[in-house]
């Protein structure tokens, strides 16, 4: 049975090749199901050890159970990719997987996203994970298990906050601020200045003033703890560093969840219709596992209150590849994140079509469905997206005593946040920072507040 | 390329096969629970309002709601009015309910679950595990057994002899003989006179280890119910740490108001009186059962006294007698002077009682417990200063 998977690979590729895919190669492998929930649960195939994965992981074994989840695959991109397939799949759910593999290996080596970040990782995240977690494993020998979780507790609290702009290496601040030239509009004073021996009075050194930390609001928390913490050890800020690199790869897997998962839905459907070499009760079975994959509501419902991924994001570029054509799509697949594939090519007739509708979900659980405004829908589509998903937090100050002053910009947020879990989380920082934390915030009802540990 | 790439298809699947052998989610899985464990041993009061003060907890365990530990992260704060995006045949207007019974954010400001922090799983501990722990958590002494003045005659096992009582026969003992002997003589008789072992029994002198412990209550009317639970908990820890020290441990639980009665345990804590204290009463008590039954040769004493620690002032003198006449029995005495929700002025009658006769250099001491963390102060400071007394 593997020998013919093996064989359906080759030619499904040589299939991809030909109608352009272009993508790193790929090691496929088949594992037993334990090891897919694992990985899906860990985000990588190794990864650092912490009890909030142990929670994860009997979050999904009990799903799994309880049949609620059916892991097909997991993709690593990378050079090469790595993906992974559940051993208990059937032949034909394989071939589908196998094709839809492909398609999510050309999107994360042509998605400028995925590229930027492929670059910054340096297509090897699997095995830097991989060194990450042993890394770990040996500061937890010599430093012990609680002064690791500890660093860990704080590291992982803080991993979507990452700059994806300034990118994963960036120089420190400049210690000292730029030099302002002064303006001088008087020609006369101009050619005065430039005369030789006229500098000793403007003598530079008088006003190099200590450039502020951070010199503009810090967005990147790791970053800023890792290099600006005053009291930490090389090795904790290394564990700081290892989760913000494995954030740095999984900050487009998010941002291009939809897309990416449309794209490869897209790709196994064109590949395994152009696959004449498939017998046609395989096909016919694929084909099956396919409308379960994209298909918009569980079971016998006739509405969901959640989108499916597959499903939106099939729909987008199939539409997409009717109008425009295939290169178009590519192009937009090249250039776009979820963000600009909603706003740009969900369009008015195609939110009609897929009976897309927007609802206000009251505290009580009552649920409205609103007045149709298809830029509304799409930002309530995009909501949980904003920031890797987490509130906007920010680096403000660092005083010359140590103290760590964050900001929440809840003018972005429109609300406060969840103070019970803020503290702790501050708790979780001051644990590393060593220093006081401090964090600006609203309540409920707006007021501004401020948290400090201690 | 793509040879290389076939190459790898089989080789990377025999270098992991690992992962049938190590499940990180499952260490991970462990090192949550170890952690909940750390997290409930801190807790342990809480789990013992259920368990009898005297009964003896080998493999008892209890069971503790226990939720899924939250690995916090900053999230907006709970928001009235939620906006989503379905799919389906649903008009504008349309109202529909969802359960959201278990599955809403925490009501009011409590924000303790929601998502992950979810279920809960009950952990089952072991009472004797809790004991460990917390023992361990004190950093308390295991005492050595005292023993008593008197030998007392135990019988142990010790080798085998060819006759014996029925009751005796050790029948593994027995058949191999009656193997060895087919073996030699390749006769096929079961089991002849000759094959049989009785265990036998020598009979040594050993002193006794033996140990009964007073816990008194005053139980008139000025001591509610969150003394007596602060009283009960403390009984039962010092019982749990004295099981440690001694083979045979004897309770005899003595309330009292202005009279004292002997009561067996289950009544104990229910009892409830009308009327004032009179202490001395109790103590009388006491010294009574000792003459009667515990003869002080052969067991060791302990007497816990739990009160609000108000007495009648005329009653002073006679209590004084009762206890140092206790104390020249006794290994040692404890005054718990239960204060929940008092404000305290001055040390009452009964505490300055205790603090002369500790003066007096009797093997007396007194606890105040206001909250359940006294105890463990009060149960630390008791079994430190039986290891000091032991030094």
Redesign the interface.
Known sequence: MTDLL?EYT?QL?ALARKQGLNYF????????T??M??VA??GLP??M?????????????IQHRMGHSHLFEVVFPGN?GRAFMADTNSLAENTLVTAHVLGHADFSRNNALFRKSQEQVGYHIVEQAAAHARRISEAIDVHG?SRVEKVL?AA??L??YIDPHLGLQRPLYPLYEEQKSHKVSDPFLQRFRALPGSEMAHDASAERRRAPIPPHREYDLLWFIAHYAPLMDDWERDIFLAVREESFYFYPVFACQLMNEGWACLWHTTLLREADFLPQGLFLDAMKTHSDVVR??AGE???????NPYHLGFAIWSEIVKERGIDEARTIMEQDDDFSFIRNHLTEELAEQ???????????????????DLD??RE??L?KKFNFG??H?CVKSMQSDGTLLLR?EHET?H????????D??LN?VHGVWRRPVILHTV??KGHSITRAVP | ??D???A??SG??KE?QW??LF???????????E?IREAVTRHLPDLVSDLDVSGSHHNRTVRVPVR?????????????????????????????????GKQ?RGNK????DSG?GGPEFLLELKVDDIIDWFWEELNLPNLKAKTGTVEEDEYTREGWDKRGARARLDRRRTLKEAVKRRAVYQKDIPFIDEDLRYRQLVKHQRPNTEAVVFCCLDVSSSMIEDDRKLAKSFFFWALQGLRRQYRQIETVFVAHTIEAWEFSEEEFFQVTAHGGTVASVAFRKANEIIDQRYSPERYNIYLFYASDGENFPQDRDAALTGLEQLAQHANFIGFLETLTGRLVDSPSSMSRLFDLLQLNGLPVRAYPLREQEDVWTAIGGFFRSQADAEA
Do not use: C
């Open positions: 093996r080759k590729e190669p790929v090691d496929f492998e088949l594992v037993p334990s090891f929930m694992e649960v860990y190794v990864r050890p912490h009890w909030s994965f142990g929670v994860r992981y009997i979050y999904q074994l090469p298990q507790d992982l609290a991993e979507q918009p509501y419902k006739q509405v969901a209150l959640d989108i897929l009976k897309l509708f927007e609802y206000k979900k009251t505290a009580d659980g009552e649920i409205r469905v609103m007045d149709h509304s829908l309530s589509l909501v987490a509130p937090i929440h947020d609300r406060g946040l969840d103070l019970v879990r803020a702790k989380v979780y309540d409920e | 390329m793509s290389r790439e076939r790898d298809f990377t699947r992991t992962y049938g499940s990180r989610g499952a260490r991970d899985w462990l090192r949550h629970n952690k899924f530990l939250e690995h916090y992260r900053f999230v907006l704060g709970h928001s009235r009015e939620m906006k989503g995006v379905g799919q389906g045949e649903a008009k504008p207007g349309d109202v529909m309910q969802t359960d959201t809403g400001g409590e924000g303790s992950e």
